[in-house]
């Protein structure tokens, strides 16, 4: 059945009512690697779309809120150039989410405005932080919702390495962010960015540092395979949640 469903998602695409649909994807070191290049060629072949991308490696829901962080390895994509080739990290501050929304200009005719948000992965696991990380997560949230129609929020996926990045450790922080979507609502009284849980499509390759599943450069073909199983069916589900519009 899941597997119908995925097929009729993506015929149904961005659906019919809109005559445009404008996404901005902001994400961690995942989207540096080759599960970002598979998102990024989605959202390059998807009908009638157009797109801002941007991955900031190491970057929590504090550093899309505060605009101060400049990571050593990020990278940055759109649609109004050509595709970048080939991917390498750069050096990049972290913009505000607010920002990136902003740059867009107005709302053009009945452009629907979709946020895709991909973090989760760089929360720490002391007790002593959780507070503040709930109401980073809450305020990204609450942006994503008010500066656009649609939010996604990507979850972290399946990874191995201990402490932290474990099974254990992924679930945490998927209940860390679970708690401050449903927050978010709740005070916006708008509707919930839809979480889209990782693990349900995710599959650690055997070969990696047991975070990443892909490094620009690395020709490894288990990681190149599991990074786009991964944004494959990101994307089917963003696509079947939207086409049901």
């Known amino acids: 059945m899941l597997?119908?469903?995925?097929?009729?998602?993506?015929?149904?695409?961005?659906?019919?009512?809109?005559?445009?649909?404008?996404?901005?994807?902001?994400?961690?070191s995942h989207g540096v690697g080759h599960f970002g290049e598979e998102l990024a060629r989605w959202l390059r072949n998807r009908p009638a779309t157009k797109f801002n991308f941007t991955a900031s490696g190491a970057s929590a829901p504090a550093q899309w809120n505060n605009g101060l962080f400049t990571t050593p390895c990020g990278f940055h994509d759109d649609s109004s150039i050509a595709k970048p080739e080939p991917r390498k990290c750069h050096k990049l501050l972290t913009p505000k989410l607010a920002a990136v929304w902003k740059r867009q200009g107005a709302r053009q005719h009945d452009e629907r405005r979709i946020t895709?948000?991909?973090?989760?992965?760089?929360?720490?696991?002391?007790?002593?932080?959780?507070?503040?990380?709930?109401?980073?997560?809450?305020?990204?949230?609450?942006?994503?919702?008010?500066?656009?129609?649609?939010?996604?929020w990507v979850g972290p996926p399946n990874m191995r390495r201990k402490h932290g990045f474990d099974a254990d450790g992924v679930k945490y922080k998927v209940e860390l962010v679970?708690?401050?979507?449903?927050?978010?609502?709740?005070?916006?009284?708008?509707?919930?960015?839809?979480?889209?849980?990782?693990?349900?499509?995710?599959?650690?390759?055997?070969?990696?540092?047991?975070?990443?599943?892909?490094w620009p450069g690395s020709t490894d073909a288990e990681q190149l395979l599991r990074s786009a199983e991964w944004a494959d069916s990101v994307a089917k589900q963003i696509d079947l949640f939207l086409g049901a519009e």
């Open 178 to 214: 679970t708690e401050a979507l449903a927050a978010a609502a709740k005070a916006t009284g708008k509707p919930v960015c839809q979480l889209i849980d990782s693990r349900s499509y995710s599959h650690y390759p055997k070969n990696g540092d047991g975070i990443h599943y892909h």
């Open 116 to 152: 895709v948000i991909v973090l989760g992965t760089n929360y720490g696991l002391d007790p002593s932080t959780r507070k503040m990380q709930l109401a980073d997560t809450e305020k990204l949230a609450t942006t994503a919702m008010t500066e656009s129609d649609r939010c996604f």
């Open 3 to 28: 597997a119908l469903l995925m097929i009729l998602a993506t015929f149904t695409g961005a659906g019919t009512a809109h005559s445009d649909d404008r996404f901005v994807v902001v994400t961690d």
